[in-house]
């Protein structure tokens, strides 16, 4: 099995994979490692990787060109735009069955033991580090075939989840461990997908709490809203068109509704466990509104 590791920190790997069991298999030819920086995928004297976010906000946004030409240099011919769904929509790309493109993100789904499971089956995994406040969402929507978040935490990089999600896998692997019992037996291995959750069970995304009055700022446990960032269009994916008007209402409408969306699709369970507002209702209203409108 192969991982390949895109990150603007390629000296971070120099030691969490040089230890225990993933050195092992790395001797043992089970599973290669190649780590590759983002920087030399850069076409500027800076080699600049990130930049400031449409519709304001604080810190800095992964660019998508050295995401995308990256993976398409490591996966040449093999990753080809996926036809369009009903709701004439891309939905990503596609790869051969054998390999995954995964960003690591705080607004990803929970990586759990099944999502290990699954990953252990593959032939080869490309793990993108997502970095500061964010990576421009057409690298989610267009490039990566899944995003990943490793808790409910924010860190400072993608470096750290990338050498859990090789650790975990390669522990799956046969011959890694050396006793194949041992993984069968193993903490959460046998743990159904979906039947509990880092906050302590499964609850219905439906399961909601009354609204509360007010707007309030965007509850912990909610997550993150979608960034973009230059250019704005970007192999004919465009930037939002309320990020561009200046009206910081709608922005931050946007936004809001944007977070919601994104949770109920990445991490439903949260839903019950945020602080919602009756704003917050009516904007999941819309979205159900919209779901309905695109499968008529």
């Known amino acids: 099995m192969r991982f390949d590791i895109i990150t603007i920190f390629p000296e971070f790997f120099d030691g969490p994979l040089d230890y225990g069991i993933v050195r092992r298999a790395r001797d043992a030819g089970l599973i290669e490692v190649g780590v590759h920086d983002l920087r030399e995928f850069t076409r500027d004297r800076h080699r600049t ?18 995401l995308f030409e990256a993976v398409e240099s490591l996966l040449p011919g093999s990753t080809t735009p996926l036809a369009k769904n009903s709701a004439s929509e891309e939905v990503g790309y596609s790869t051969s069955s054998g390999t995954a493109i995964v960003l690591l993100s705080a607004s990803g789904g929970l990586f759990r033991q099944e999502t290990a499971r699954r990953f252990a089956s593959l032939e080869r995994i490309v793990l993108l580090c997502g970095r500061y406040e964010g990576v421009d969402e057409r690298v989610a929507e267009h490039l990566a075939t899944q995003e990943v978040a490793v808790g409910d935490f924010v860190l400072s990089g993608g470096e750290l989840p990338a050498a859990m999600v090789i650790d975990v896998v390669t522990r799956l692997l046969p011959g890694a461990l050396g006793n194949e019992a041992s993984a069968v037996h193993e903490s959460f291995s046998a743990i159904p997908s979906g039947e509990s959750s880092a906050l302590g069970g499964q609850r219905s995304a439906c399961d909601l709490p009354a609204p ?11 997550l993150d809203y979608p960034h973009y960032t230059r250019p704005a269009e970007f192999r004919g ?23 919601l969306e994104k949770t109920r699709r990445n991490r439903p ?17 819309e979205l159900q509104a919209e779901e309905r409108t695109r499968g008529q």
């Open 237 to 259: 994916w465009g930037v939002p068109e309320v990020l561009l008007g200046g009206n910081h209402e709608q922005i931050r409408r946007w936004r809001r509704k944007m977070a």
């Open 49 to 66: 990787v990130d930049d400031r976010p449409f519709g304001g906000g604080e810190g800095m946004v992964l660019k998508p060109e050295p």
């Open 269 to 285: 369970e949260l839903l019950p466990l945020a602080r919602l507002t009756e704003e917050d209702f009516a904007l999941l209203a």
């Open 212 to 222: 509360t009055s007010g707007i309030q700022p965007l509850p912990s446990g909610i």
